[in-house]
Nanobody
């Protein structure tokens, strides 16, 4: 079983920055996809950014140029640096991890962390 622990959400003003962290522990695989999704009130959960174990990144068009996903392999941790935040970035951000093994693919979600961008 994999556990994900998120941190770093909060309340900021438009134009400011935040960094989210997500640490994975437990039965983690060396082959994985890890990243962030978000869900705003009344909307579906959407991809923000992901990073694979071989370094391939993917991100939503709405955050390109503002958000950067990175990792610390020694800490099994993924980070989401969010710059130039906008009110429309307000959402609950969920860490996501997919471990890929010969036996199959195993998904895990964090508990979510609130990001609020407001004056």
């Amino acid at each position: 079983q994999v556990q994900l622990v998120e941190s770093g959400g909060g309340l900021v003003q438009p134009g400011e920055s935040l960094r989210l962290s997500c640490a994975a522990s437990g039965s983690i695989s060396s082959t994985y996809v890890m990243g962030w999704y978000r869900q705003a009130p009344g909307k579906q959960r959407e991809l923000v950014a992901t990073l694979t174990s071989i370094g391939i990144t993917n991100s939503a068009n709405s955050v390109k140029g503002r958000f950067t996903i990175s990792r610390d392999n020694a800490k099994n941790t993924v980070y989401l640096q969010m710059n130039s935040l906008k009110p429309e970035d307000t959402a609950v951000y969920y860490c996501y991890r997919r471990d890929i093994r010969l036996s199959g693919q195993y998904d895990c979600w964090g508990q979510g962390t609130q990001v609020t961008v407001s004056l």
